[in-house]
């Protein structure tokens, strides 16, 4: 069974930095492309940022660009997301994704951050 | 980037009615060279993270139940529900991946009336 497992959210400051990660189990993870979408509280999707399976091309939404940097550790199953310069406005659930193609085909439960003083 | 657009943003279908959500994407996301439509629809229940639907507009995913099903093209797509089911009760999103920065529709909201 594919399960994807975030952590890291919390409270920071704006500024500030936090480095999410999800544990995956269930599949061949170095097999796949994965993403980060998130989820203001009350609002829609918004795609984050992807990563192929072996790493070596990313991509970013403008929101994020040159602030968030997706990585991955295929031999801990695991990917992250570190988020520095973090803003009010990158306050949300952010879930990661197992990737079909560009689609994402399964989703973790989500972590939430939230940006305040 | 790609805009995706939903209509309507809330809709209300009796149960075992037709339900029906269109998007619209600002450009076209038929990708020639494989005539597939970068388009999936994509279910988020209160309090639970999406759930696929449907992939290259119309392919179902495995375990979607028949009575959802995607079609169009180009930049008009459509997902219907062919018979409301109460659990049906939840919140739409389309997403275009036909470019690397991929964007999801607004979403909409369906609910029992």
């Known amino acids: 069974e594919v399960q994807l497992l975030e952590s890291g959210g919390g409270l920071v400051q704006p500024g500030g930095s936090l480095r999410l990660s999800c544990a995956a189990s269930g599949f061949t993870f170095s097999s796949y492309g994965m993403s980060w979408v998130r989820q203001a509280p009350g609002k829609g999707l918004e795609w984050v940022s992807a990563i192929s399976g072996s790493g070596g091309s990313t991509n970013y939404a403008d929101s994020v660009k040159g602030r968030f940097t997706i990585s991955r550790e295929n031999s801990k199953n695991t990917l992250y997301l570190q988020m520095n310069s973090l803003r009010a406005e990158d306050t949300a659930v952010y879930y990661c994704?197992?990737?079909?193609?560009?689609?994402?085909?399964?989703w973790g439960q989500g972590t939430m951050v939230t940006v305040s003083s | 980037d790609i805009v995706m657009t939903q209509s309507p943003d809330s809709l209300a279908v009796s149960l075992g009615e037709r339900a029906t959500i269109n998007c619209k994407s600002s450009?076209?996301?038929?990708?020639?060279?494989?005539?597939?439509?970068?388009l999936a629809w994509y279910q988020q229940k209160p309090g639970q993270p999406p759930k696929l639907l449907i992939y290259?507009?119309?392919t179902r995913e495995s375990g979607v139940p028949d009575r959802f099903s995607g079609s169009g093209s180009g930049t008009d797509f459509t997902l219907t529900i062919s018979s409301l089911q109460a659990e049906d009760v939840a919140v739409y999103y389309c997403q275009q991946y036909y470019t690397t920065a991929r964007t999801f529709g607004q979403g909409t909201k369906l609910e029992i009336k």
């Open positions: 450009q076209s996301v038929l990708y020639s060279s494989n005539s597939k439509n970068y």
């Open positions: 994704a197992k990737d079909e193609v560009r689609y994402s085909q399964m």
């Open positions: 290259w507009a119309s």
